[in-house]
């Protein structure tokens, strides 16, 4: 059994894991990996079968399960756990394609506000604001494809 830290969002959990090949066990779940690919996998979780789109970025995962999109990053315990996209990031936290920006250079936002709308993995993602601040530059376009960790909006501060 190997102790692991997994952080999701600013959150971090300390977990048990045991590996036995593709399966993986935490506890009561098992993870058993059927097949994977460059940008999704099949795996059978619980003993349902799941495809699950997933971006690796350094040593950040980016994944879509269960219709809710997650960003983990894995340590062993002892380790400093870190997550590459957090709250305060306009970045992009995968790649897809820049539906529609909802702002323009100079809008004051508060935090929470939706900047743009990103598609990807077949869903429409919200880019939100993660402060108060001023639209300082808008680094995208509609219909331009983007790369995880691109800064897609510049916020400056109130004040």
Same mark, same amino acid.
């Given at each position: 059994m190997t102790d692991k830290i997994v952080s999701i969002g600013s959150e971090q959990t300390e977990i048990d894991l045991e590996r036995d090949g593709a399966t993986f066990r935490s506890g009561e779940r098992t993870v058993e990996i059927v097949a994977m690919g460059a940008d999704e996998l099949e795996a059978r979780v619980d003993g349902r079968l799941f495809v699950i789109p997933y971006a690796i970025q350094g040593s950040s995962v980016s994944f879509s399960y269960d219709?809710?999109?997650?960003? &983990?990053?894995? &340590?062993?315990?002892g380790a400093r756990a870190r997550a590459r996209h957090r709250d305060h990031s306009?970045? &992009?936290?995968?790649?897809?394609m820049i539906l529609k920006i909802l702002v323009r250079p100079g809008d004051v936002v508060v935090k929470s506000a939706p900047l743009l709308i990103l598609e990807a993995m077949k869903m429409e993602h919200q880019i939100v604001a993660p402060r108060d601040g001023t639209i300082a530059t808008i680094n995208c376009a509609e219909g331009e494809l983007v790369q995880p960790g691109v800064e897609l909006v510049t916020l400056k501060d109130e004040g």
């Open positions: 219709g809710e999109i997650y960003f &983990a990053d894995v &340590a062993d315990k306009t970045s &992009a936290p995968m790649p897809g």
